[in-house]
């Protein structure tokens, strides 16, 4: 094991090609150059981060950090997070969850599954680009924890 | 059905009450005409009696007159004339009262009167035999020969007498015999009338049991029938309440997911305009750094471009985006109310307005408005808080729209109807043109002069929550004087979701 931590790629998964757009920019923009990793499905997001076989043995030794739009194409955001806190190897992944709506159930039911951070998309253009910046600022001083 | 069968019924019932009435009034006249008649045959019978009875007196007196002469001559002592004087002062008496009785016995018509005054006259003679042989043997001319004729010619005579007294007793007899008879005849036809009113009544009263029975059988389907058409009217309530909270629930998911996609792309929109915004910014400051010839006509338009077209086309870009912001917050609003459970509990309505009215009290003191609640409200089984904002809305709305020139009266007030309860808010404000009856409830949509804020979602929340409570709102106003608005709701929800919610 090297003594210098892996720098931590940004999983973003994401349907919306503008969406993925600006959240982009704006990480940039607060200076945070780690690797993103874009996904517009939540199949291909699981593929990568559990592995083909879904085992979650692909994220050993590969920190990363995920953001998660709960509304996707073919299965909803819940699922991908139940999936990941529920394996072993990918429940200590944060997980910060993107999305338009701000259903207090919804953002309830995220917590309780094991997100770490909860943001809503606002129409505000101004502070949304803020939260993801300060969300930029807070990933470069965030250590991922990683089991050897 | 029913009203015509009962109709049949007391015109039965009349009916067979007529027909014991008549039966009775025959038996009890017919019971008095026998009594009558009776009296009269008992009477002439007695009076036959009498006229029996007074020939046998007759005859006897006359015996005892024959036997006291008899006496006389054989012992010549006086004291045997003791029953012939006796029988001599009776004779007379007793054949005035033999005229008159005979006389009486049928109104005369019985016995005629010649039989009696030829007994009477042959009585008178035999007396007068018997008086002129005393005489003449207290005179002591006594004759053994004229003796003999003269007991003959009283034998005779008293043969005579007891034949004409057996004949007139025959008819006083037949005159028993025959009243005896029309008694009898009487009783029996009495008799007879009685079985047949008895029978008779008999008939009437099956007839009056029957009716009453059919009439019980009658009412009995009826109340089968109608306890069916109720228990079918109560389950067509249900599907219908059932259809409508379905279709709400889908309007709800809908909105909600139309609300939710409809996000998205705006964010898209209003994203990539604000990076068009700091493009443009940087371009602007660019523009204007580099300056150049300011005849240029190309470099004049740039600049308008960007002084005035692309910061005018923003500005509308950016207030269309939060007016369409808002509006599909709204719609998520209400479909989020739409979508959270009810829990039905057992409310009193009274307390549950009264709070309503407490919390919004600033509000009616700057309108300058009262409110009242008129009489007592009917207690439900329903949802708090939805019922909360149902009454908080239309309350607020009253207060909103009154009219300037008359302080404002406000008054709720609730009843019960079959299922549901009814409650009406009436105001004295401006009120609503009929036109808009419908309008007012639809999502965004207002009516009246538009000068007071609001996005026009209040009405269609207030119908969307009636509705999901069991019910619905309407409004009642004549456009100028007031509104009313009605609000009903399923008096118990637990029942009205019958099955298909627990």
Redesign the interface.
């Known amino acids: 094991m090297s003594k210098e931590p892996k720098p931590v790629a940004i999983i973003m998964i994401e349907d ?1 090609e ?2 993925a757009r ?1 959240i982009e ?1 704006n990480i940039r923009r607060a200076g945070v150059t780690n690797e993103i990793i874009s996904f517009r499905n939540g199949t291909s997001a699981i593929n990568y981060l559990l592995g083909a076989d879904g085992s979650g043995l692909a994220a050993v030794g590969r920190p990363s950090l995920v953001l998660l739009d709960l ?1 996707l194409p073919d299965m909803t955001g819940i699922d991908i997070l139940a999936r990941l806190k529920a394996n072993e190897h990918t429940r200590r992944t944060p997980v910060i969850v993107l999305t ?2 701000d ?1 207090a159930r919804e953002i309830q039911r995220c917590y309780d599954l094991g997100a770490n951070v909860y943001i809503t ?1 606002p ?4 502070s ?2 803020n939260a993801i910046r300060q969300l930029g600022l807070f990933l470069s001083v965030m250590q991922i924890p990683e089991l050897d | 059905m029913l009203r015509s069968g009962s109709g049949r019924f007391v015109g039965y019932n009349l009916l067979l009450l007529a027909g014991g009435v008549i039966v009775l009034l025959m038996i009890v006249s017919a019971a008095f005409m026998f009594s009558a008649r009776s009296q009269l045959h008992a009477t002439e019978s007695l009076r036959a009696a009498r006229v029996d009875r007074l020939v046998l007196e007759f005859i006897s007196d006359l015996a005892d007159a024959e036997t006291a002469q008899r006496g006389f001559i054989i012992t010549n002592r006086e004291a045997y004339l003791g029953p012939y004087e006796m029988a001599l002062a009776q004779f007379a008496k007793n054949s005035a009262d033999l005229r008159l009785r005979a006389a009486e016995v049928d109104e005369g018509k019985a016995i005629a009167p010649e039989p009696v005054e030829e007994l009477i006259r042959l009585g008178q003679a035999r007396m007068d035999l018997i008086g002129k042989n005393l005489a003449g043997f207290r005179a002591g001319n006594f004759d053994p020969a004229q003796l003999a004729d003269t007991m003959d010619r009283g034998r005779v005579l008293m043969d005579q007498v007891r034949q004409k007294g057996a004949v007139i007793r025959d008819t006083a007899a037949s005159v028993r015999i025959a009243r005896a008879a029309a008694m009898r005849d009487a009783a029996s036809l009495l008799t007879t009338m009685i079985s047949l009113g008895v029978a008779m009544i008999v008939v009437l009263t099956t007839g009056a049991a029957l009716a009453m029975a059919r009439h019980v059988r009658e009412i009995d389907q009826a109340r089968r029938e109608l306890v069916d058409i109720n228990q079918d009217l109560e389950s067509r309530v249900r599907e219908r309440t059932e259809a409508v909270m379905r279709t709400n629930d889908e309007l709800q998911r809908y909105a909600y997911i139309v609300s ?2 409809l ?6 929109i ?6 068009l915004e700091s493009a443009t910014e940087r371009l602007t400051t660019y523009v204007r750094k580099v300056g150049g010839d300011d005849d240029d006509p190309e470099r004049a338009d740039a600049l308008v471009a960007v002084d005035e077209d692309i910061p005018e086309a923003l500005g509308f870009i950016h207030s269309s ?2 007016r369409m ?1 808002s509006l599909i917050n709204e719609i ?1 609003k209400l479909s ?1 109310a739409g979508r959270r459970v009810l829990e039905p509990v057992p409310l009193d309505m009274q307390g549950l307005v009264t709070e309503c009215i407490d919390s919004i009290r600033q509000r009616f003191a700057e309108a300058g408005a009262e409110v009242r609640i008129e009489g007592r409200l009917p207690d439900v089984v329903s949802d708090r808080s939805a019922l909360q904002q149902i009454f908080t809305n239309l309350l607020d709305n009253a207060t909103k729209y009154l009219k300037d020139e008359r302080p404002g009266q406000i008054t709720v007030r609730g009843r019960l109807e079959r299922g549901s309860a009814v409650f009406e808010i009436e105001d004295n404000g401006r009120g609503i043109a009929e036109a808009d009856f419908e309008r007012i409830f639809e999502l965004f949509r207002r009516a009246g002069t538009q000068d007071k804020p609001g996005e026009g979602i209040g009405l269609a929340h207030t119908r969307m929550l009636s509705r999901r409570l069991g019910g619905d709102v309407s409004v009642r106003s004549d456009g100028e004087s007031g509104t009313t608005f009605i609000v009903t709701i399923a008096r118990d929800l637990v029942l009205r979701m019958g099955r298909n919610e627990t």
Do not use: I
């Not at chain 2, 996000?263 to 898209?268: E, Q, S, T, Y």
């Open positions: 919306d503008g969406h600006l920019k509304n338009t709506t259903d998309k129409l505000n253009y101004e949304f680009a | 939710h996609d996000r998205a792309p705006l964010v898209n209003m994203g990539f305009t604000s990076e985006m939060k912001d998520l989020r």
